[in-house]
């Protein structure tokens, strides 16, 4: 049942990544990749949940998600969040 679910959060986060991927003609991004931690599948969508929705709120677009797992274990997320970089200062004459 583990792999079956740990499958299914890949093969989604794969998806994401895709229908999130950034086109050639995109200005300048800054990432910022996370950690989530959990025991369990449902506990880590509900802080995944949550997570997409703090940085939605400080203007970070989810980008990207790998599931880490040790021994067969998930042990938590990697999720990767993109926005477009803060213009460079200009010089002043």
Not at 13 to 40: Q, R, S
């Amino acid at each position: 049942m583990k792999k079956t679910i740990t499958g299914a959060l890949a093969a989604l986060a794969l998806l994401a990544g895709m229908n999130a991927a950034l086109a050639d003609d995109a200005g300048p991004y800054a990432a910022k990749t996370v950690w989530i931690d959990g025991k369990g599948q449902g506990s880590m969508a509900d802080k995944a949940s949550k997570s997409h929705a703090e940085m939605a709120k400080e203007g970070w677009k989810f980008q990207d998600m790998d599931v880490y797992t040790e021994d067969g274990d998930m042990k938590g997320l990697f999720v990767t969040y993109i926005r477009e970089a803060a213009p460079a200062p200009s010089a002043s004459p």
